[in-house]
C-alpha cells in the first residue's frame, strides 16, 4: 500500500500550459516536501509545507498544503521546458525517525 | 549548506563482485543516513537506515546480507552491495536527516550496473 499517491505519474505538455501535481494520503503528515530531480542526480528540494492551509509560491510554481495536512498539491503556470523532470512529494510523518515517505513521482515533460 | 558527498557517481561491475558506495557528511555530523534505491523513472524506495555506532535498520523485503551497511563514524556511511547481480543495476542515494539548521540533504546518487 502506497502511503503517499502521487498523480499524475506522467504528463507531457506543451510550453506555456498550467499543471498541477498532487499527493494524497489518509496519513497526517508533520511536513510535506517537493523536490525536483534530473536525471543520474540526487533529488533538490523546492518547498517544505508545514502548516495546514498553507500556501508557499515559488516564481511560477506554487505548492499548497491541505487544511488537515494529508495532502498537498504542486501547480506550474506556463510551463517552459526547463521545468522538465521528475517531481516528487514526501511526507514526513513526525517523530524522532525523521524518515520520508516518498510518494512515486511525476514525470514532466514540457514540449517547446 | 550541509553536503552530502557521495561516491562513486557511476561504476560498472561483473556479476559476482561487490561494490562499496560512500557517503559522507562534508561539514556536519550524521549519526543517521537513509539508503535508497531508484529505478529508472521511478521514485526512491527507502533500503535501510544507517545509525552510527549501531546496526542498520532495514526494511521490510531488503536482504541484509546482501546489501551491507556500515555507519562508522560520524561522517561516512557505507552500503556494501555483495555478490552483485544484474537485478541490482539501479541509482542508489543516500540521504542525511535534518539535524540543527539544516534540512535532509541528499547525495547525489550512484549508478550501479552490473554486467
Known amino acids: 500500500t502506497q502511503l503517499l499517491e502521487q498523480s499524475p505519474q506522467f504528463l507531457s505538455i506543451q510550453e506555456g500550459e498550467n499543471l498541477t501535481v498532487y499527493c494524497n494520503s489518509s496519513?497526517?503528515?508533520?511536513?510535506l516536501q517537493w523536490y525536483r530531480q534530473e536525471p543520474g542526480e540526487g533529488p533538490v528540494l523546492l518547498v517544505t509545507?508545514?502548516?495546514?492551509?498553507e500556501v508557499k509560491k515559488l516564481k511560477r510554481l506554487t505548492f499548497q498544503f491541505g487544511d488537515a495536512r494529508k495532502d498537498s498539491s504542486l501547480h506550474i503556470t506556463a510551463a517552459q521546458p526547463g521545468d522538465t523532470g521528475l517531481y516528487l512529494c514526501a511526507g514526513e510523518l513526525g517523530g524522532s525517525n525523521y524518515k520520508l515517505t516518498f510518494g512515486k513521482g511525476t514525470l514532466l515533460t514540457v514540449n517547446p | 549548506g550541509a553536503v552530502v558527498s557521495q561516491h562513486p557517481s557511476w561504476v560498472i561491475c561483473k556479476s559476482g563482485t561487490s561494490v562499496k558506495i560512500e557517503c559522507r557528511s562534508l561539514?556536519?555530523?550524521?549519526?543517521?543516513m537513509f539508503w535508497y534505491r531508484q529505478f529508472p523513472k521511478q521514485s526512491l524506495m527507502l533500503m535501510a537506515t544507517s545509525n552510527e555506532g549501531s546496526k542498520a535498520t532495514y526494511e521490510q523485503g531488503v536482504e541484509k546480507d546482501k546489501f551491507l551497511i556500515n555507519h562508522a563514524s560520524l561522517t561516512l556511511s557505507t552500503l556494501t552491495v555483495t555478490s552483485a547481480h544484474p537485478e541490482d543495476s539501479s541509482f542508489y542515494i543516500c540521504?542525511?536527516?535534518?539535524?540543527?539548521?539544516?534540512?535532509?540533504?541528499f547525495g547525489s546518487g550512484t549508478r550501479l550496473t552490473v554486467v
Open positions: 540521504s542525511a536527516p535534518p539535524e540543527g539548521r539544516h534540512g535532509y540533504t
Open positions: 561539514d556536519f555530523q550524521a549519526t543517521t
Open positions: 496519513s497526517v503528515f508533520s511536513s
Open positions: 509545507v508545514v502548516t495546514g492551509g
